[in-house]
């Protein structure tokens, strides 16, 4: 198979291949994560509704266009979890040129060049009903999960606030036996003194 050389204005992958996947309704894109560039093909473009300067070739000018729900998932899969796991595919929401969101399906692979670049590529579809109510299970997943990682971090705090407060009331009952020590060690030394000073009198009384 013939491979065109990648230059500053095309992707790395092959032309033909580019044609092929696009010829089944599939649209490709490429980034550097290294530079945060991008390429789109046009079936990406015509997805989303969108003229070549609307999308520009940047990274997060994708990222842009993500549901704002979705946004932090596609980060974790898309980015933050291809260093352990290079092949990933995610749903997201997507938004079109119209305003409306659009359910679309990414697919791809990351991969790290010799030059010290980091590229990711792969294909983008509209999802199909199955993959809506996976989409949907996810959000819901993540909003369960988010719920439950709050409540977990506010039994920690109520916890925390607990053992404080003990540890304050251990703190006010050692005070409180200490001062009551000194008020008992005071009381006795006063007694004793008292003893003391009648006991010399007494003798002299008795002379």
């Not at 020590?181 to 009381?187: C, D, G, K, V």
């Amino acid at each position: 198979m013939e491979q065109h050389a990648p230059t500053p204005d095309a992707p790395s992958l092959p032309h033909r291949v580019v044609r092929a996947v696009e010829a089944a309704g599939r649209g490709v894109w490429e980034w550097d994560r290294r530079t945060g560039t991008a390429w789109y093909s046009q079936r990406v473009r015509e997805v989303l509704g969108l003229q070549a300067p609307e999308l520009p070739e940047r990274i997060d000018a994708f990222f842009a266009r993500v549901h704002p729900e979705d946004l932090e998932r596609a980060h974790d899969v898309m980015v933050r979890d291809t260093a352990n796991r290079p092949l990933f595919e995610v749903a997201l929401r997507v938004r079109h040129a119209d305003g409306s969101w659009l359910r679309l399906r990414l697919r791809g692979r990351a991969r790290a060049g010799e030059d010290g670049s980091a590229r990711m590529h792969g294909t983008l579809t509209p999802a199909d009903g199955g993959e809506l109510r996976v989409l949907e299970a996810a959000v819901t997943s993540d909003r369960l999960a988010t719920a439950l990682d709050d409540q977990s971090r506010l039994a920690r705090e109520l916890e925390q606030a607990r053992q404080d407060l003990m540890r304050q009331n251990a703190a006010l009952e050692r005070a409180r036996a200490a001062a009551e020590a000194a008020r008992e060690s005071t009381r006795m030394f006063l007694a004793n003194m008292r003893h003391e000073m009648r006991t010399p009198m007494m003798a002299v009384g008795n002379a």
